[in-house]
């Protein structure tokens, strides 16, 4: 009979230390996500966790009355059966140190560690009980621990334990979230996090790129560049890039040139008005506000009104998302794969766009394009033919144009090879 009680005071005294190990592992939003949906015991075990100061006082409470119980009783059955001496006092001493190691400590809490996530809801509906009932008992005790902690000057978190996460923490959860979120998912919300560190400057199609139509050109010559341009809208200007009067939808241009009475007057009364973004605008504050003003294209200008380049609501999702399939409306390819593996890029290309798709390092702290860092690294002018290494990778000069560079090669990186 004696052992049958010894028997069940381990197994009490393991309950409570599995509760107060899956309580304190358990994932606090994963419990919240629980309680929200209805269930009971996660909402109970948010309730003990809001109080961990008096969850702690009964769980250690319920533990050591057993393990003292328990370490008594045995003490008892020792000197039955080895007679009232201090040899049975050592064996009743070791074993229940055993037996509480073992069956009430370890094991235990190895299993409330594993399982939090069952544990901590179903040991809910014993624990909350026996605060009620023991609240008189863990008040007390709780008025000498808030006394040390006040003589100590350690004062705990109003509420519990804190919940907040940063920014880091956060990008931490995703990266280490595995399985439990699609890959997609989680780049797309990772990119999120990153788009506050990012300006329209970044992901820009830069002046010496953008595709415009001239008013001053032929009329068969603008006819012609709307019949074969892939975009559908374009920037149109007078004399000069900086003069633009407006943006033309390229489709209606189109119907409008067939018929008889369309005159360049009728073509600039239909060109929408541009609209521009200052240079460095944030890129999450040029999305919401091209979604307030209904725009999908900006013109990037600088302080001094100077045309700097032109971005789009798609730059700003493919930062999210990662690039859409099929042409974009308004970047060409900026790069070309040669045969034997390395690329013939424009001078003009974005180091993040060669980074993100080509799988290239480059840094893009100071300057934002290929020619620039070319520029920057050389500190010299460019000739044709020079070969240098940026980041690792060897960058061949193919053709300049005044003092910029036109193409480079960007040649395979032997130790990225093996």
């Given amino acids: 009979m004696l052992i049958c009680t010894l028997f069940v005071l381990l197994l009490l005294s393991g309950f409570f230390a599995a509760a107060e190990t899956s309580m304190m592992a358990v994932n606090r939003y994963r419990l919240k996500h629980m309680a929200k949906s209805g269930h009971r015991g996660a909402r109970l075990a948010e309730w003990l966790l809001a109080r961990t100061d008096k969850l702690l006082g009964v769980v250690l409470l319920g533990n050591n009355l057993i393990n003292a119980a328990a370490a008594s009783l045995l003490t008892v059955i020792a000197f039955r059966l080895f007679g009232n001496n201090e040899v049975a006092m050592t064996i009743a001493t070791l074993t229940v140190t055993f037996l509480i190691l073992v069956f009430s400590e370890v094991t235990p809490k190895v299993i409330g560690a594993s399982y939090p996530d069952q544990i901590a809801p179903a040991s809910s509906f014993i624990l909350v009980p ?135 007057s009728d073509f600039v009364d239909g060109l929408k008005a541009p609209y521009f973004v200052p240079s460095g605008t944030p890129l999450l504050t040029q999305l919401s506000h091209f979604q307030n003003n209904r725009q999908s294209m900006g013109l990037v200008v600088d302080e001094y009104g100077e045309l700097m380049g032109l971005v789009t609501v798609e730059d700003v999702l493919e930062e999210i998302v990662g690039e859409f399939a099929g042409v974009s409306p308004l970047h060409g390819s900026a790069w070309q794969t040669e045969k034997d593996g390395s690329y013939l890029v424009e001078g003009t290309a974005s180091l993040r766009e060669l980074n993100r798709k080509l799988g290239l390092d480059f840094p893009i702290d100071e300057v934002r394009t290929l020619n620039g860092l070319i520029l920057e690294c050389l500190e010299a002018m460019p000739e044709p033919g020079v070969t240098i290494k940026i980041a690792g990778h060897p960058v061949e000069i193919v053709q300049i144009s005044g003092r910029k560079v036109k193409t480079a090669r960007i040649l395979p990186n032997p130790k990225l090879e093996h």
């Fill in 130 to 264: 026996m605060l009620k009932v023991f609240y008189p008992v863990v008040w007390f005790v709780n008025l000498f621990v808030r006394g040390l902690l006040k003589m100590t000057r350690l004062t705990p978190p109003e509420g519990g334990h804190g919940n907040t996460m940063g920014v880091e923490e956060l990008r931490s959860l995703l990266a280490e979230s595995g399985s439990f979120l699609p890959a997609s998912h989680r780049s797309i919300l990772i990119n999120l996090f990153d788009l506050e560190n990012l300006s329209v400057d970044d992901v820009m199609r830069h002046r010496g790129e953008i595709e415009a139509i001239d008013l001053n050109a032929d009329p068969e010559e603008i006819a012609h560049h709307l019949e074969t341009s892939h975009h559908s809208h374009l920037p149109v200007y007078r004399d000069e890039l900086n003069e633009v009067l407006g943006i033309v939808n390229v489709r209606r241009a189109l119907v409008k040139l067939g018929e008889e009475s369309f005159t360049q």
